[in-house]
C-alpha cells in the first residue's frame, strides 16, 4: 500500500476532529496498513504524553487572591452607584464614618472566622487529595515492574541525580535500619510540581518516599492515614514535606521516616 | 414582567462581574500553565495572567454571553503576551511563518511522506512516557508550534477554537500542530541516542 493516511488526517484523528465520513475512510485505511496504524498510535500516545507531562506549571498561592482583589478595586471604582452613594454622605460626614467604622469592624471578625474555617477545610480536602495521589503514584510504580530511573542503593549516586531535576536539594540517609535497602529514584511530578520519589524496601515490602517543596508557608504536622490498604505518613521537613507510602508495618515505615527526616537537617 | 428599579439597577451591574468571576477565576491556573510555558519565567507569567484578567475584565461587556469564554481569554493572553514580548520572540515568530510560507510556495509540501519513521521503533513509545524528556522537547519547540499544541492537548480545544485563539485560518491550525508532533518526534528520537544516566 502507497497512500498513506498524510500526517495533517493521523493527527486529526488523534484530536478527534475527523467527520463521521473521514473517520469511516481512515478506518478503513487502518485496518489494512500496520505502517499508518503504528503511526496513529504513537501520535494518540505522543498527544496524552504531552498533555499529562505540559501540565506542569502550577499558580504560585497568592495570585487568585491578588487577582481577586484587583477585580474587586476594578469594578469598585468603574460603578456608578459607587460614586454616587458617596456623596450625599458629605452631609453627615461623621454618622457615616463611624456607622462604616463600625461595620468594618463587624465584617473584618466575620470574615477573619470564615477565612480560618475555609483554610483548615481546604487545608484537609488538599491533604487528603495528596494522599490518594501519593497512593496511586506508589501503586503505579508497583504495578510497571519497571527500573527506577535511577538505579542504585548509593546514596551518592541518587542525589546527585536530581541537581537540575529539582528546584530543592535533600540529604539521603548513609545508615539504613535493618532490612531496609534504597533501591533508586524517580522524577515525577504532583500537583504539577517536580518531586522526588525515593524507592526503598523494607524486608520484601516495597517503599515510595516523596520529597516534595511544601507550596504554603506553613509547616505540616505530623499525620498519618490509611488508603487502599496502604500506610502513609506525612511529615514536614523545613520547607520540605516528605510523604512515605508502603504496606510495610507501620512502625518500621515511621522509623525511616524519622531516620531521613533526621538528615534533612544537616546531619548523616 | 415588569421589575423593581433597584432589581434593574442589580440586573445591569451585579451579575456581570459576577459571571466574570464565576467565568475567568476557574481558568486562572490553565492561563497560568500556558502563561509560563510562553514566558519561561514566573514573574512573567503572573504579569502576564494579571494583566490579561484585568484586560478581560475591563472588556468583558464586549464580550458576547453564548460565544467561547474561554477561547475569549486565551485570545487575550496570546496578544498580550506578544504586544508584551521582546523583539527576539517576535523575531522569531515571524522567522517561523516565513519558513512555512516558503515550504508551501515551494510546492515540497510540509510532511513528506518519510518525515517520520512510520516504522515506531519500541524505544520511542518507552520515551513518551518520560516526561522529563518530553518537557525537555516542549521546550524546543518555536512559540507559533508550542502554543498551538498547548491549546490542543493540554486545554483540549478544539481546532474551531484553536483558529480563534490564534487568529489563523483552521488549515494552518492543522498544519502547525503536525509539524509541532513531528518536531516533538524528532527531538525526542535525538534524545535516544545520547547516553542515559543510570547509577551503579
Same mark, same amino acid.
Given at each position: 500500500m502507497t497512500d498513506h493516511l498524510s500526517l495533517v488526517t493521523i493527527n486529526a484523528l488523534a484530536d478527534g476532529e475527523l467527520s463521521a465520513e473521514q473517520l469511516a475512510m481512515a478506518n478503513d485505511h487502518l485496518a489494512a496498513c500496520p505502517a499508518c496504524t503504528s503511526t496513529a498510535l504513537v501520535q494518540t500516545l505522543l498527544k496524552t504524553s504531552v498533555a499529562k507531562a505540559a501540565q506542569r506549571h502550577a499558580m504560585p498561592p497568592g495570585l487568585e487572591q491578588r487577582l481577586r482583589l484587583l477585580a474587586l478595586r476594578e469594578t469598585s471604582q468603574s460603578s456608578p452607584g459607587t460614586a454616587q452613594a458617596l456623596r450625599p454622605a458629605r452631609q453627615s460626614a461623621f454618622a457615616g464614618w463611624a456607622v462604616a467604622a463600625l461595620l468594618l469592624l463587624v465584617f473584618s471578625g466575620v470574615i477573619g472566622l470564615l477565612h480560618r474555617g475555609q483554610r483548615a477545610e481546604v487545608a484537609s480536602v488538599e491533604q487528603s487529595a495528596q494522599v490518594t495521589e501519593v497512593s496511586d503514584l506508589h501503586i503505579a510504580t508497583l504495578a510497571a515492574s519497571q527500573d527506577p530511573q535511577v538505579i542504585s542503593s548509593d546514596r551518592h549516586t541518587v542525589k546527585p541525580w536530581f541537581q537540575g531535576k529539582l528546584p530543592f536539594s535533600f540529604n539521603l540517609p548513609e545508615n539504613l535500619p535493618s532490612d531496609t535497602k534504597l533501591d533508586g529514584a524517580n522524577l515525577t511530578y504532583l500537583h504539577n510540581q517536580p518531586v522526588a520519589q525515593l524507592l526503598y524496601h523494607i524486608g520484601r515490602h516495597r517503599v515510595s518516599v516523596f520529597l516534595m517543596q511544601r507550596k504554603s508557608g506553613e509547616a505540616v504536622s505530623e499525620s498519618q492515614s490509611e488508603h487502599s490498604g496502604f500506610k502513609v505518613v506525612n511529615v514536614g521537613v523545613g520547607d520540605l514535606d516528605l510523604v512515605a507510602v508502603s504496606d510495610v508495618d507501620p512502625a518500621r515505615l515511621l522509623e525511616l521516616v524519622g531516620i531521613i527526616k533526621g538528615v534533612q537537617a544537616g546531619g548523616r | 414582567m415588569t421589575l423593581l428599579p433597584w432589581k434593574r439597577a442589580a440586573q445591569k451591574t451585579g451579575p456581570q462581574t459576577s459571571t466574570f468571576e464565576d467565568l475567568a477565576l476557574p481558568l486562572l491556573p490553565s492561563l497560568y500553565n500556558v502563561a509560563f510555558w510562553l514566558t519561561r519565567n514566573q514573574t512573567d507569567a503572573e504579569d502576564l495572567v494579571q494583566e490579561s484578567f484585568l484586560k478581560a475584565l475591563r472588556g468583558f #461587556?464586549?464580550?458576547? /454571553? @453564548?460565544?467561547?469564554f474561554k477561547a475569549w481569554i486565551f485570545r487575550i493572553l496570546r496578544n498580550t503576551y506578544l504586544t508584551s514580548r521582546t523583539g527576539l520572540a517576535a523575531r522569531r515568530t515571524v522567522a517561523l511563518e516565513e519558513e512555512l510560507d516558503e515550504q508551501r510556495e515551494s510546492g515540497a *509540501?510540509?510532511? /513528506?511522506? *518519510? #518525515?517520520? @519513521?512510520?516504522?515506531?521503533?519500541e524505544i520511542n513509545l518507552i520515551r513518551l512516557a518520560d516526561r522529563a524528556a518530553l518537557n525537555a522537547a516542549l521546550e524546543k519547540l518555536a512559540p507559533p508550534l508550542l502554543e498551538v499544541i498547548l491549546l490542543c492537548d493540554?486545554?483540549?480545544?478544539?481546532y474551531k477554537e484553536i483558529a480563534s485563539v490564534l487568529e489563523i485560518p483552521i488549515g494552518t491550525v492543522m498544519s502547525r500542530i503536525a509539524r509541532a508532533r513531528t518536531a516533538l518526534r524528532r527531538t525526542l528520537e535525538a534524545q535516544n541516542t545520547q547516553p542515559r544516566e543510570w547509577g551503579a
Open positions: - | #461587556a464586549s464580550f458576547e /454571553p @453564548d460565544t467561547n *509540501g510540509l510532511y /513528506p511522506e *518519510g #518525515a517520520i @519513521d512510520r516504522q515506531t521503533p493540554v486545554e483540549e480545544m478544539k
